[in-house]
């Protein structure tokens, strides 16, 4: 009687297991190392975020801004037009699909462009986007979003500018756009649903988003700009609002 053959598809030779052991130490030493760079990048964040650049808001100065939080992201939010800087030569509300000339509100935030243009809400957000958001793979975008009036509800910071602040503020948000060889604004046009909502749009911007500039070190680079208080860094919207008790 012919005694079957057993087929072994891998034998584990001294040789393979010597490899096999070194890639096991590789693999630890990688975790360990990603486990520390993570830990590492949190507690710089809480800790730097909490260091106070001072400022200068002075109660008394005539431009009203305000800082708008909306969950994870922070806006600036600014007079759709006074004697310094009128928004709708950057943002033509013709780019709207409401075009709402009442509007007496902007908010102006920055952000990676394929998050923007992909995930209008987290349910959308794809691996593909979460993997390469925070490495700065992608270009960014200004979202450019008209208003009547504050939201309710959103956290709402009030800030007080001198006009001399106001346009630093201003030459600051004027900096990151990118523009054409006419210096217009470079208009995004938004295909997937519920990525605009009738009052807003998209444009090109400067910079790349990554772990270390985020919508909000944006914001809080802008903060810096108008010598209005701000965080040493932050990567977070919490970071701005404990800056002013929020």
Avoid at 86 to 111: C, H, M, V, Y
Avoid at 131 to 160: C, E
Wanted: hydrophobic share 35%; charged share 15%; glycine share 6%.
């Amino acid at each position: 009687m012919k005694q079957k053959k057993t087929t072994q598809f891998w034998h584990r030779t001294p040789r393979m297991q010597t490899v096999w052991n070194v890639l096991k130490k590789i693999s630890g030493y990688a975790f360990s190392i990603l486990g520390s760079a993570v830990l590492l990048y949190i507690a710089a964040t809480l800790f730097l975020s909490r260091m106070t650049i001072k400022g200068q808001n002075n109660k008394n100065a005539s431009v009203q801004i305000y800082l708008m939080k909306s969950g994870v992201h922070t806006d600036f939010i600014v007079p759709v037009r006074n004697e310094i800087k009128d928004w709708r030569t950057e943002f033509p509300l013709a780019n709207t699909g409401f075009k709402d000339s009442s509007s007496q509100l902007l908010s102006i935030g920055w952000g990676d462009k394929n998050f923007y243009m992909n995930t209008p809400t987290w349910s959308d957000l794809t691996f593909k986007t979460a993997i390469s958001v925070p490495f700065g793979i992608g270009p960014s975008a200004i979202h450019a979003t008209y208003y009547q009036q504050l939201l309710d509800d959103r956290p709402i910071i009030k800030l007080h500018l001198t006009q001399k602040q106001y346009q630093n503020l201003v030459h600051y948000i004027e900096k990151t756009l990118v523009r054409n060889n006419k210096g217009q604004t470079k208009y995004i046009q938004a295909t997937m649903p519920g990525v605009v909502t009738g009052n807003d749009a998209y444009y090109s911007a400067k910079g790349r988003y990554n772990l270390f500039f985020t919508c909000n070190s944006w914001v809080n680079a802008g903060l810096k700009a108008c010598q209005q208080k701000a965080c040493y860094w932050t990567a977070f919207a919490g970071g701005i609002f404990y800056q002013y008790g929020k």
